[in-house]
Every structure is written in C-alpha cells, then in structure tokens.
C-alpha cells in the first residue's frame, strides 16, 4: 500500500467517522439529557437525505435545499417532543423502544408515499465538483473534504454551546439532576425540547451532507442507526466527546476492514464493539 | 383471573386450537401454523423481557440461525431427521446465547437494548455477507425434514395438517416448560433480579450466572420457532435475523401484556392477523398498500396508552407501577 493509497483511506475513514458522530451525537445527547432510547434517529438522517434530494430539485441548489432542511428537521423534532417524547420521560426504556419503533414504520412509510422506493443521485454543487490531484491516476473529491471540515466546524460548535453557553450549561444541569434545576427556576421543558430538536436537526443535516456521496435510498437510517449504537456504546452513552473518538475509530475500523479483509468488514466495527465492552463495559468516555 | 379461571381459559383455547383444523382452510391452516411458531418466539422473548427485566431488541438472531442450521444440515434432495436437526438448531442457538450472553450481559439498560441489537446485526451480516449460507438470497429447503420412530413415520411434515399438530404441541410444550421452569426456585430467582438485582446479588445469589441461564434457555426455545418456521416456508434469507424482526416479536410480547406467558401466545396472534387485517385490499382497497403506517400508528398508540398489553386489559391494576420498577 503505497502513501497516496493510504492517504486516501485515511481521509475516507475521518471522513466517513465525522459524518456518524454528527448523527450519533443527537443520539448521545437525547439519552444523556432525557434518558430517552430513540430507535428512530436513523429515520431523521434518512428523512433529511430525502429532504435535500427533493428539495434540491425545486430550489435548484444543494445549498438552499439544506438550508430549508434544516429548518424543516428542527421543526419536525420540536412537534415530535411535544405531542409524543414528553409522554415517555417517566417511562420505563421498553415503550420507548416500542414507541420509536412504531415511528420508524411511520416514517417509513411515509417516505415511500411521498417519494417512492427508489434510489437517487443527488448532484454535488458545481462550486465543490472538483477533484485534488495527487498523483498521475490518484485524486481525492474535494466535497468530501468540505464535509469532512463542515462537521469539524459544527464538532467545534457543539463544543463551544455545551461548554460556553448559558443554554448549555443548562443542559448539563438538567443531565445531572433534573429537579434541582427545576428548583432553580429553569424551565426544563424548553431545555428538553431544544435538545430533541437539536438532535434531529444534526441527524437530518448528516443526511442531506451524505445525499450526494451515498446517495438517497430507503434501507439509509436503519444502516446509520445501528452503526450509531455501536459507536454510542463505544463511546459512552451521553459523551459528546466519548463519541467524536469512538465515531473516528469506528470509521477507520470500517474503512481499512473494507480494503484489508474485505470478507469480514461487516462484522469488524462489531468486534470493535466487542473488544470494547470487555475491557469497559460503559463506554470508553464514561461521564 | 384467578389460576383457575384462566387455566380453563387456556384449556379452551387449546382445544379450540386442536379442533381448528376440521373448520379451517389451507390458508388459515398456513397462517395459524405460523402464528403459533411465532408464539414459541413471543413467549422466549418473554423469559427475558417480561421475566427476568432484560429488554433485548436482538433476539431475531437466534430465530434465524436455527433456520439457518435447519437449511445448513438437510441434505440436497433427501429428508433431514427431526431428531437430530431440531436439537442441532436449538444447540446452535444456545451457543451462541452463551458467547453473546456473557459479553451483552456485562451491560444493563439501554446498553443492554443497544448492544443485543448490534450482535443481532453482526449475525445478519455473516449470513449476508459470506457465503456460508448462501448469501443475501439465502437457501432452500427442498425436502421437509422426516419424523420417524423405529422406522414409522410418526407425523409426515410435508403434510400441512400434521404439521400444524407438530407446532401445537411444541407450543403447548414450550408454554408448560416455562411456566414450570418459572414456578420453580430458578424462575423466582428471576423474578427477584427483576426486581432487585442488587438485594439477590447480596443475598448470595450469583445474578450473572442466572441471567446467562435464561439468556441461554431463550436462544434455544427460540430456535424451536426459527426451526419451525424455515420448515414450513422451505427456505431462508438473511431477512429472517433483521431487526425488524426482533422489533415485530418485542412487540408481540408487550401488545400481550409482558411478564404473562399466555399474553405473548395473545400477541403472536393480535399482531399477525392485525397485519393481514390492515394489509387485506379486499377490505382498505388502495389504503391496504399502506398498512404500516396503520400498524406504526398503532404501536404509537400501545405504546402511550396500553403499557400492560392485551393480557392487562381485562385484569385489575396491581400495585406498582405498569413498568414493572
């Protein structure tokens, strides 16, 4: 394997590990914060795919279209806490399974009212369609390194509201103990809505930045999804941090298995799983 | 209801069941059969979910690899034998309940939902990815294994009625074997680390070992319902372990009422036939297309409304709460 090779599968796995931390850090934060198991997260990401494909086509711009994505997704979390996640707080984790289950069927379904089962191609903007060179027969598409620095940047974002904010202080407060915060006069409600929402936007977002390298196709969440678990549970349920590393690792893990023992690279990221819950059963960044 | 009552309840049922085929069609005949193989995988998820407080969203892995050995062991053209092949497909599953069991085991709560279903899924992959059963269009099973005793054929399984025998009386087996296993001092074990882990563990009881037990005992009465099911429809793909499937008899165990072994024989049933209902074109026309959403919106609906299934429904609330804390 010669350096550019590697350099390429390098890029290929951050890049690949960067898009699964955007979605499995909404995952992260709505269990750390709420305490809820949300199976449907990957419908979010397959949602937000749909969402820039069809969109794209009526605005014209891949840009535009995840502009009103966005908002669209945001929209979509706070409705879904509102009429149906505030009921399942108290709840025991099974009919939080249950009930997010149920949504999957939804969505799904919906999906395919709407759209159809059919895959689609979503086109790269025509400013980010060019390749790097970097050698005679070797280049790298310099959209996945605009995604790969785009998810950088709202890594840095998080860090920056969780860390540096009042809002994310508060939630904090509300992952530790909720009562007291509630004591102190913070509205916990509104803390939780913000955090659902935020966690459906950043999987929708993850979605539509994917349309154009993955392309758009039905069986897309519950792939992502269960790769989320895997790095969630590497990671540390409820570490942002815990699943930047575990999300990197796991991308690495999946893209060289796939170059190296192209036979078994399905099973690999869960042997990384595995490994991992020997040595720590809770995750590497246990809060 | 008292024992009794619902003893006699059950008693009715089966009966009914027995006598099922003198009434029904060949379909029906078919969708019954497969209903209560699904039962036998309801009530072994049971054990785990409802019994000992362990919420696996993976358990379609052990149904799949028992058909998978079903369809691995019977050779091209000539029968396979029940009695070395049933047990075979259940070892298969214990086996690998035991592997699984003790990593998944370390973990509690959400990890433990999680990590089932991310085992669950490494399953799938080997039988989608590697050749070894075939790939993603699975393997067929082109002669229904044989049931014989000294030479007689006991049951002719290529029969629809008599296998439809077979599975009742594996049900019935399968339903009379947890429920004495769950009388007996291992089952109030059980019991007790659902409630309280930590007072059992105090109490000398090696919890772990227990748990793996009945993540041992699930795996291989849900191979039964695997086994039983790759006979009947000849053959198997890798969609047999998908989480859909495990979501589907999750479902079965709490649309029934959890932690009541006839409530999980209930779901098998009001699922199944809510699925044929909702999907008839005769009855919904264009709108039949689309019965997952109907059944999505329900399962919403159990969900927020229904915590203690079917089973709860005509019962008297007991004291605590309807999650079983």
């Keep these: 394997m010669d350096f550019y090779f590697f350099l390429i599968q390098v890029l290929n796995g951050v890049q690949y590990g960067l898009l699964l931390f955007l979605v499995a850090s909404g995952l992260t934060l709505i269990f750390g914060i709420m305490g809820i198991i949300n199976l449907a997260h990957g419908s979010f990401y397959m949602l937000g795919a749909y969402l820039a494909w069809s969109l794209a086509q009526y605005t014209g711009s891949l840009t535009a279209a995840i502009a009103l994505g966005v908002v669209l997704t945001i929209a979509l979390g706070i409705a879904l806490e509102q009429v149906l996640f505030r009921h399942l707080y108290a709840r025991d984790h099974l009919y939080q399974v249950l009930l997010t289950y149920g949504l999957i069927l939804v969505f799904d379904e919906l999906r395919s009212m709407i759209w159809g089962d059919d895959v689609h191609g979503v086109a790269v903007p025509a400013l980010l369609a060019f390749s790097i060179p970097l050698t005679e027969n070797l280049s790298y598409p310099f959209y996945r390194l605009a995604m790969s620095a785009v998810c950088l940047v709202i890594a840095g974002a998080l860090w920056l509201l969780i860390r540096h904010t009042r809002l994310g202080m508060m939630i904090r407060a509300g992952a530790s103990n909720r009562e007291m915060v509630q004591a102190l006069g913070i509205n916990i409600r509104l803390v939780y809505t913000v955090v659902f929402a935020l966690g459906v936007a950043l999987a929708g977002f993850a979605g539509m930045l994917a349309a154009p390298v993955s392309s758009v196709f039905p069986s897309m969440g519950g792939q992502v999804l269960i790769i989320s678990f895997v790095v969630v549970v590497i990671g540390g349920i409820g570490s942002v941090w815990g699943a930047l590393a575990a999300a990197l690792l796991i991308g690495m893990a999946d893209t060289f298995g796939k170059v190296l023992v192209p036979e078994v690279s399905a099973a690999i990221v869960y042997l990384v799983m595995a490994a991992v819950l020997l040595w720590r059963p809770e995750g590497l960044f246990k809060r | ?325």
């Design chain 2, 1 to 325: 209801m008292n024992r009794r009552r619902s003893d006699i309840a059950l008693a009715a049922a089966l009966l009914a069941l027995a006598l099922f085929p003198l009434a029904g069609s060949t379909f029906y005949l078919q969708l019954v059969t497969k209903i209560m193989a699904m039962a036998i995988f309801a009530m072994s998820l049971d054990l785990l979910v409802g019994y000992t407080g362990l919420v696996s969203l993976g358990h379609a892995a052990f149904f799949g690899i028992a058909g998978y050995t079903l369809a691995l062991l019977s050779p091209q053209y000539e029968a396979a034998n029940l009695w070395t092949t049933l047990p075979a497909a259940m070892a298969a599953c214990a086996m690998f309940a035991l592997v699984t069991g003790a990593l998944v085991l370390r973990t509690s709560g959400i990890y433990f939902i999680m990590v089932t279903l991310a085992f669950a899924q490494m399953a799938y992959f080997v039988f989608h990815d590697t050749a070894l059963g075939g790939g993603s269009d699975g393997i067929y099973i082109y002669v229904k294994p044989e049931m014989k005793l000294a030479g007689r054929t006991l049951l002719d399984l290529g029969d629809l009625g008599q296998f439809y025998d077979l599975v009742l009386i594996l049900m019935t087996a399968v339903y009379l074997f947890l429920r004495r296993l769950l009388g007996s001092p291992f089952g109030r074990a059980l019991a007790g680390i659902r409630a309280n882990e930590q007072r059992m563990r105090s109490l000398g009881f090696p919890t772990f070992r227990y748990k793996l037990a009945a993540y041992v005992i699930a795996g291989a009465l849900a191979g039964i319902s695997g086994y039983l099911a790759a006979l009947q429809f000849g053959f198997v793909n890798p969609e047999i372990l998908s989480w859909h499937n495990s979501g589907i008899v999750l479902m079965m165990v709490i649309l029934g009422g959890m932690g009541t072994l006839h409530g999980a024989i209930i779901g098998a049933f009001a699922l199944v036939l809510l699925q044929e209902v909702l999907a008839n074109q005769a009855w919904f026309g264009e709108a039949a297309k689309h019965w997952q959403l109907a059944m999505g919106v329900l399962i919403v609906l159990v969900a927020l409304f229904l915590p203690r299934g079917l089973a709860g429904l005509g019962a008297r609330p007991r004291k605590g709460s309807a999650d079983g804390r």
